[in-house]
């Protein structure tokens, strides 16, 4: 194979619109690493939100790896072995208690128990994320006081609109912390740790592996596999991506709703 590690972000990438992996998809990434293929989940989302497609892709049997919260954790799904940990520093949470409330913004931290802890957030966005990863929600008097540990990230929900304004001004109050300010989905604006993304993560875990650049591949579809697909050797933008990240692309592949992995897999591994 020219590839030897496959990563896919989940959301809009690996799933389809309804969230269900396409059989052919399933089929041809386990056929991927029947021959010998290291495969990555790569996501924005907690780690207990990626435990079902851990099970449809049966990653226990064949060995493959997570990585959860944009880049924050890496583990090895069959020994559980937690490789990577990056979270956000104590020693910043009053700056961004401080530029959230004069913005107004909903911050969600997470527990090392995949726990979404707020002060504010209720909008449907923020339904639809705990929702989606099977969460539990622990609502606090003030986050300020209670955020003690380090969480691996920040998430605040909004409309587009809403939050394509907030990012700007949010990038703006924390310029010079060692943290980074994006938005992974058009209504997720989020802060992680400097230097934590997909693109990091993955490039740190393939030279565990002794894999070199050049033998990765990535296929992802939102602003946050930006840095994924300009890290490894071969980026593929899903036809379904945002335009910025088929932009940062070596290969534009099918939709998420069209098998596109396996259109990209069929090509380069």
Request: hydrophobic share 40%; aromatic share 8%.
């Amino acid at each position: 194979m020219k590839i030897k590690l496959l990563a896919t972000d989940i959301d809009g990438t690996l799933v389809n619109d309804e969230k269900e992996i396409l059989a052919q998809t399933k089929q041809e990434i386990q056929l991927f690493m029947k021959r010998g293929g290291v495969f990555v989940l790569a996501s924005g989302r907690p780690t207990k939100g990626i435990s079902r497609y851990i099970d449809e892709l049966e990653l226990r049997r064949y060995g493959g790896y997570v990585i959860s919260y944009n880049g924050a954790r890496t583990f090895s799904v069959r020994t559980g072995e937690l490789l990577a940990q990056k979270s956000i520093s104590p020693e910043v949470y009053p700056a961004i208690h401080d530029a959230a409330e004069e913005l107004g913004l909903p911050l969600t931290a997470y527990s090392a128990q995949d726990v979404a802890v707020t002060e504010k957030a209720n909008d449907d966005y923020f339904k639809m994320e705990t929702t989606i990863n099977r969460l539990e929600i622990r609502r606090v008097a003030s986050l300020r006081d209670e955020l003690t540990w380090p969480t691996p990230k920040f998430l605040i929900t909004g409309t587009p609109d809403f939050l394509s304004d907030a990012e700007i001004k949010l990038r703006d109050r924390l310029k010079g912390l060692p943290v980074c300010v994006f938005r992974s989905e058009p209504f997720f604006l989020e802060i992680t740790a400097i230097g934590c993304d997909k693109g990091s993560a993955i490039l740190n875990l393939a030279e565990m592996l002794r894999i070199e650049r050049a033998e990765t591949m990535a296929c992802g579809d939102g602003f946050n596999d930006i840095t994924m697909l300009r890290a490894v050797g071969i980026g593929v933008a899903m036809d379904n991506a945002q335009l910025p990240t088929k932009n940062a692309a070596d290969f534009v592949t099918l939709s998420n709703n069209e098998n596109g992995i396996c259109a990209a897999l069929r090509k380069f591994a």
